[in-house]
């Protein structure tokens, strides 16, 4: 699998966000906007995005790795998921 | 933990706050508070401050057991509060004490203080005046609880028991005491690994867990999306699975019966004021075309409960009517209120006593509702709301069941309307995590009964039609 990059990683992310979590509604969602926080995911929604990612990335994240640090913003997620595929490839 | 509270000068009766992730020093504070004589009250950590502050100036606390940080981050605008942080010191301008300070105390162990009808704990929940409301329960509401269920269980040393739900939810209360009663360990589940399906199954398999109890939410979760299913059943060791808090659909009783035949299944039923004062086992297998969710059950904990019409007529098998419980478990009151100990509690859950005297849960009769087993009074949400300058008027509507439960709200704008991301921004700084709005809607004017009240089953429908023509539309484009 190539490396993938975190501002390639970002947009697909956001968009799914976006599109699944508010509804299509992105305004104001940024690479900071803090998802745990603002209630934007939940455990059921962590549950379907972790499926998002290992569909669209073909990226298995390990259990310890999913912790809410890494959750907190699409940016933080972004840049994990990006040192993953580099690990991976 | 006692000495440290009796060395800031507190004295017995006064009010523990703790606000902190969960972990044994946590549970340590709990502890050397009853000893001490002192009521403790458990905030979730995910609280934002101001809606800390608000608890914790309403419950008048005397100190706060809390992280550095969060110290901080209340500050000293708060009267007389002390501060114990179970990490490094307070902040030298901040009263009080440090974990390693609290460890050099040296002295004798305080004496137990402390009697029978004390208040132990006060456990805020939703309030419908669009503020928390303190449940105040004392020693034996808890006790009288926790002792019955220890027995029924047949709880032992060699028992496991898991903590899935937060110290501010009184699920936690069995999980704890229970396990001190009957000298079995209980394995603290992280909060933050709770909500990761396949952290949870590790947690189930590493601790050797024998009892399980939480929200239904939370099984539905690992049953949907966790390796539980994949496992062979033998690699999990409980005996017992408990769930209360919401209703579990009768689809996902059977899987985990037919996965688990010998396991218990036992659905509790309790708001935060009565602790749990009924329950019913599901036994034997449970038929393929069964539908109808478990019912509530008979009284236990030494309770009695039973259902009235409106007229205040208590009502018989085949009819429906109001839940009330009056026994050893029913709370002392409102925290602030006058006390009501020895009263009998209505619940507001209607149900309908079945043909053999059980009760099966009906629905509400206010605007209480139940989103993934949290328990959320819409008008709080809805006074939320209304702090934003650009909201006119909002109605808050629940929607979907189970994990998938979301808030939707309806909203007049005075002026443009801010997006969804901003409403959560907004919600985040007065409200608890599980009550922050999954969507909303802008209406001109929110529909109305012919009272002048907001017409939430109109709001309902009108969602339900929205989503049925998106389902539509979905189906259309796969089947093209």
Known sequence: MSQLRAEDIYPVLRD?????????????????????????????????????????????????????????????????????????? | MARGLLAL????????????????????????????????????????????????????????????????????????????TLEG???????????????????????????????AYVLYTSGSTGRPRGVCLSHRNALAFVRWWARELGLSPA??????????FDLSVFDL?????????????????????????????????????????????????????????????????????EVFPIKYVRQLRRRWPETRLLNLYGPTETNVCAFHEATGEIPEDRIEPLPIGRACSGDRIWAVRADGVPVGPGEDGELWVEGPTVMLGYYGQSPQAGRAYATGDLVRVLP??????????????????????????????????????????????????????FVEA????????????HLATHLPRYMIIDDARYLPALPRTATGKVDRLQLRRLWMEENDTKTHAVEEVKTR
């Open chain 2, 89 to 119: 010191a307070p902040r030298s301008d901040l009263p009080g004490l440090g974990w390693e300070a609290l460890r050099s105390l040296a002295g004798p162990v305080p004496a137990r203080a402390g009697q029978p009808d004390d208040l």
């Open chain 2, 159 to 168: 028992d496991r028991v898991a903590n899935h739900a937060p110290f501010s």
């Open chain 2, 9 to 84: 000068g507190l004295r017995r009766g006064d009010r523990v706050a703790l606000w902190h992730e969960k972990s044994w020093r946590i549970v340590a504070a709990m502890q050397g508070a009853l000893r001490a004589g002192m009521p403790y009250v458990p905030i979730d950590p995910q609280t934002p401050p101001e809606r800390a502050r608000q608890m914790l100036r309403d419950c008048g606390a005397a100190v706060v057991v809390t992280g550095r940080e969060r110290a901080e981050r209340l500050g000293q605008d708060l009267g007389p509060l002390a501060f114990i």
């Open chain 1, 16 to 89: 799914y966000v976006a599109r699944e979590l508010l509804h299509g509604e992105d305004a104001g969602l940024t690479a900071d906007t803090p998802l745990l926080e603002w209630g934007v995911i939940d455990s059921l929604s962590l549950a379907e995005l972790l499926a998002f990612i290992e569909q669209r990335f073909s990226i298995q994240m390990a259990e310890e790795e999913v912790t809410p640090e890494h959750f907190q913003t699409l940016g933080a997620l972004s840049e994990l998921l990006a040192r993953l595929s580099r690990a991976h490839a």
């Open chain 2, 414 to 425: 005075r002026e443009a309307p801010p997006p969804l991301l901003a409403l959560k921004q």
């Open chain 2, 177 to 245: 005491y229970a396990s001190f009663l009957a000298g079995a360990c209980v394995c603290l589940l992280p909060e933050a690994a709770a909500i990761v399906p396949g952290r949870v199954v590790d947690f189930l398999l590493r601790e050797g867990i024998t009892i399980w109890y939480s929200v239904p939410s939370a099984l539905r979760l690992l049953l949907e999306h966790g390796p539980l299913m994949e496992m062979p059943p033998a690699a999990l060791r409980w005996r017992a699975l408990l769930f209360a808090g």
């Open chain 2, 356 to 409: 053999g005297g059980e009760f099966l849960f009906l629905g509400r009769r206010d605007d209480m509702v139940k989103v993934r087993g949290y328990r959320i009074e819409l008008a709080e949400v809805e006074a939320a709301l209304l702090v934003h300058p650009a909201i006119r008027d909002a109605a808050v509507v629940a929607v979907g069941e189970g994990p998938a439960g979301r808030l939707v709200a």
